[in-house]
DNA sequence: CGTTTTTGACCTGCGC
DNA sequence: GCGCAGGTCAAAAACG
């Protein structure tokens, strides 16, 4: 470097480090429960090659979404989709068989009415019918981002509520300091606003991150862990960094007239196709450097506000140290991060174990490798990489092979992605950010290394449910296995406190099974070391009198579709408290998964794109039913 | 020629 | 302070 090392360096370490995750507004009307009652239908009417009779029963709750909405109405945010929610009252419905068409796509054009005549139906079917087909593609994706909201929501809710609660036992002086150190999830961000308008940002905000390919501004932490500390200043938003596309928004009020809002929740925006999702990041990253915003999420309504917030601090492409002295008072550099904050979003880990011949996962993103390092402990060197789908993303993951098996491949994300994601990648993406939330919100401190990325490779986590505690663990890492080694496939969600039981995920072959603590004892005996499964068997059992059963006819296999799943069964556990809820939001995602077709091991295999047509796909008869725990069918 | 990978240097945190 | 280990940077090389 020609620079002066010591002085750049120095310098640049205490800048604002990298941001590593987004900031996306929520705005989360409190009060609101979306979750405990809520699904989406998967009646996806007659898809083209199908046999349409995709049902499914969630607990007797369903929402039939969009039936009412054209296409223009279909709502892109979170926000809009839960008020269109809220709405239209949930439709009720059984899992009937081969339900005409029409009622559920049938468009606001004109009521079904018994009187009309045939031919009249006929046609208004076969208007109908197009719009359906739309109306189904949209379907499936408002149903990944519901599943995703509730997931987050139920996460939020908690987190809220915890928050409350400490707000209550602590002074005033002390609720920021509190705040901040509540353990967000990955996604959270946490910003005070107090009663002037002006925003005490206890958490740094990652759209601090400027981090050009140029590296010109590099910086680091310099802050000692722990060492958080809350300022008010207005949160340093700025650059290109600062797209986001906030699917909802929380706002609260407190009794001192402080706004808290919640930023929450990855960026998941399904794209309508893979295409457009490449076309939109495409401008997206031209515009990164001005407010590509608006652009890249052009359903951002106005009166959600956080668009011009955005803009507010988004009109400085690059602002020299001096204009973002001049903004924020402080120099970039000595920008106040929350440490806790950071950490907590730089540490909280999620990895996923697959068996994979391809150098790595193909998980929808693009990744740019940054680094290879040999772990000790491990013979196979450890790749690290960087999420490049849009720049200044703080998603990373590291690669590493097995040391005893090398055809399984250990991939841990850190971080939420600060963009929009191809459908390809929702999947992953939204698994690794709920595991994450739940992570940081189960756990108050740290638990279980990666496994298979740390020095002790040891997996031996299947055969007990006792979590590993690693004392060298720095980072919460929640683990999903999806190899199908029976003793060592499953997920373990660890808290250091080891007051709280894992919770197990195992992978068989075609499903996954996801057990509660409360649940262990029944579930252990039967399912483990059986033969395979049936093949597209999903089965979730909780002590709680709740059980879900999927059963697909195809077998599915590869990393992708695995991923999807956990997708719902991350989803699920990452609003333990409410069950329920999480199911549907689990069972929205799972009914989306797809028996793979052509899930090449290349880059091309868009899993978005093979999710899609799942349902369609394969009539795959869903069923889910509430029953005893000890009953199940497998 | 732009982008990605490779790779050695460098940084940071941690334990001693 | 030193050494170790995990991560990251960035120049150079490779790639398409
Ligand atoms: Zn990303």
Same mark, same amino acid.
């Given at each position: 470097m020609g620079l002066n090392n010591d002085e750049s360096r120095s310098t640049e370490a205490i800048s604002s480090q990298r941001l590593r995750s987004q900031r996306i507004e929520l705005s989360v009307a409190l009060p609101f429960e979306i979750s405990s009652e809520m699904a989406l239908t998967v009646d996806?009417?007659?898809?083209?090659?199908?046999?349409?009779?995709?049902?499914?029963?969630?607990?007797?709750?369903?929402?039939?979404?969009?039936?009412?909405?054209?296409?223009?109405?279909?709502?892109?945010?979170?926000?809009?989709?839960?008020?269109?929610?809220?709405?239209?009252?949930?439709?009720?419905?059984?899992?009937?068989?081969?339900?005409?068409?029409?009622?559920d796509g049938s468009p606001p054009l004109s009521p079904q009415r018994p009187s009309q005549s045939n031919s009249?139906?006929?046609?208004?079917?076969?208007?109908?019918?197009?719009?359906?087909?739309?109306?189904?593609?949209?379907?499936?994706?408002?149903?990944?981002?519901?599943?995703?909201?509730?997931?987050?929501?139920?996460?939020?809710?908690?987190?809220?509520?915890?928050?409350?609660?400490?707000?209550?036992?602590?002074?005033?002086?002390?609720?920021?300091?509190?705040?901040?150190?509540?353990?967000?999830?990955?996604?959270?961000?946490?910003?005070?606003?107090?009663? =002037?308008?002006? #925003? %005490?940002?206890?958490?740094? *905000?990652?759209?601090?991150?400027?981090?050009? /390919?140029?590296? &010109? $501004?590099?910086?680091?932490?310099?802050?000692?862990?722990?060492?958080?500390?809350?300022?008010?200043?207005?949160?340093?938003?700025?650059?290109?960094?600062?797209?986001?596309?906030?699917?909802?928004?929380?706002?609260?009020?407190?009794?001192?007239?402080?706004?808290?809002?919640?930023?929450?929740?990855?960026?998941?925006?399904?794209?309508?196709?893979?295409?457009?999702?490449? =076309?939109?990041? #495409? %401008?997206?990253?031209?515009? *990164?450097?001005?407010?590509?915003?608006?652009? /890249?999420?052009? &359903? $951002?309504?106005?009166?959600?506000?956080f668009a011009s917030e955005a803009r507010e601090s988004a009109s400085q492409d690059e602002p020299s140290v001096a204009e973002q002295l001049e903004q924020n008072g402080w120099p970039p550099n000595k920008r106040m991060k929350s440490v806790l904050q950071d950490t907590s979003v730089r540490n909280a880990r999620v990895s996923v174990r697959t068996r994979t011949d391809a150098p790595t996962m193909n998980d929808g993103c693009q990744w740019?490798?940054?680094?290879?390092?040999?772990?000790?402990?491990?013979?196979?060197?450890?790749?690290?990489?960087?999420?490049?789908?849009?720049?200044?993303?703080?998603?990373?993951?590291?690669?590493?092979?097995?040391?005893?098996?090398?055809?399984?491949?250990?991939?841990?994300?850190?971080?939420?992605?600060?963009?929009?994601?191809?459908a390809a990648a929702v999947a992953m993406a939204s698994t690794?950010?709920?595991?994450?939330?739940?992570?940081?919100?189960?756990?108050?401190?740290?638990?279980?290394?990666?496994?298979?990325?740390?020095?002790?490779?040891?997996?031996?986590?299947?055969?007990?449910?006792?979590?590993?505690?690693?004392?060298?663990?720095?980072?919460?890492?929640?683990t999903l296995d999806l190899t199908n080694n029976p003793a060592a496939n499953q997920m373990h969600l660890d808290a250091a406190n080891g007051n709280r039981q894992p919770y197990t995920f195992s992978m068989a072959q075609n499903g996954i099974q996801m057990h509660a603590p409360s649940m262990m004892a029944p579930v252990q005996s039967s399912y483990y070391g059986a033969a395979k499964p049936p093949s597209g068997t999903f089965q979730m059992y909780s002590g709680n009198p709740l059980m879900v059963q999927f059963q697909g006819g195809n077998t599915a296999r590869g990393p992708q579709l695995l991923a999807d799943s956990v997708t719902a069964a991350t989803a699920a556990i990452t609003s333990d408290p409410n069950f329920t809820a999480a199911l549907a939001a689990a069972i929205t995602s799972i009914l989306s998964s797809q028996p793979n077709n052509q899930l090449a091991a290349t880059n091309s295999s868009s899993l978005g794109e093979a999710l899609r047509g799942a349902l369609s796909s394969h009539g795959l008869p869903i069923t889910a039913a509430k029953k005893d725990t000890a009953s199940r069918s497998t």
């Open positions: 996806s009417g007659s898809p083209p090659q199908s046999h349409a009779s995709n049902t499914a029963t969630v607990a007797s709750h369903f929402v039939s979404l969009s039936t009412n909405t054209r296409e223009t109405d279909v709502p892109r945010t979170t926000q809009q989709f839960l008020e269109n929610e809220s709405r239209h009252p949930m439709n009720l419905r059984n899992g009937s068989n081969d339900r005409p068409t029409v009622e009249d139906l006929h046609n208004q079917l076969k208007r109908t019918r197009t719009e359906m087909e739309h109306m189904i593609d949209e379907n499936q994706q408002m149903r990944k981002v519901l599943s995703l909201m509730t997931a987050e929501y139920n996460a939020l809710y908690q987190q809220l509520v915890t928050t409350v609660a400490l707000q209550q036992q602590q002074g005033k002086t002390e609720k920021f300091s509190q705040l901040s150190q509540v353990p967000l999830a990955t996604a959270l961000n946490v910003e005070v606003v107090q009663g =002037n308008g002006q #925003r %005490a940002s206890p958490q740094r *905000s990652f759209t601090e991150h400027s981090s050009h /390919s140029a590296g &010109s $501004e590099r910086s680091r932490s310099a802050t000692p862990t722990g060492s958080a500390q809350v300022s008010s200043r207005s949160p340093g938003r700025s650059k290109h960094g600062d797209k986001q596309t906030s699917p909802l928004r929380v706002k609260l009020e407190d009794d001192t007239n402080q706004k808290i809002i919640v930023q929450a929740l990855p960026t998941v925006m399904p794209m309508d196709t893979d295409k457009a999702a490449v =076309n939109m990041f #495409r %401008a997206y990253k031209e515009e *990164s450097s001005s407010q590509a915003i608006d652009a /890249s999420n052009p &359903s $951002e309504s106005p009166e959600l506000g740019r490798k940054y680094g290879q390092k040999l772990a000790k402990g491990n013979p196979c060197p450890r790749a690290y990489y960087r999420c490049t789908v849009a720049p200044g993303c703080p998603v990373r993951k590291q690669v590493q092979r097995c040391a005893e098996d090398r055809s399984i491949l250990t991939t841990t994300y850190e971080g939420t992605h600060s963009h929009p994601l191809p690794t950010s709920a595991a994450a939330g739940m992570l940081l919100l189960g756990s108050t401190s740290s638990s279980d290394r990666a496994e298979g990325l740390g020095s002790d490779n040891s997996f031996n986590l299947g055969t007990h449910s006792m979590p590993i505690i690693s004392a060298s663990a720095p980072f919460p890492t929640i």
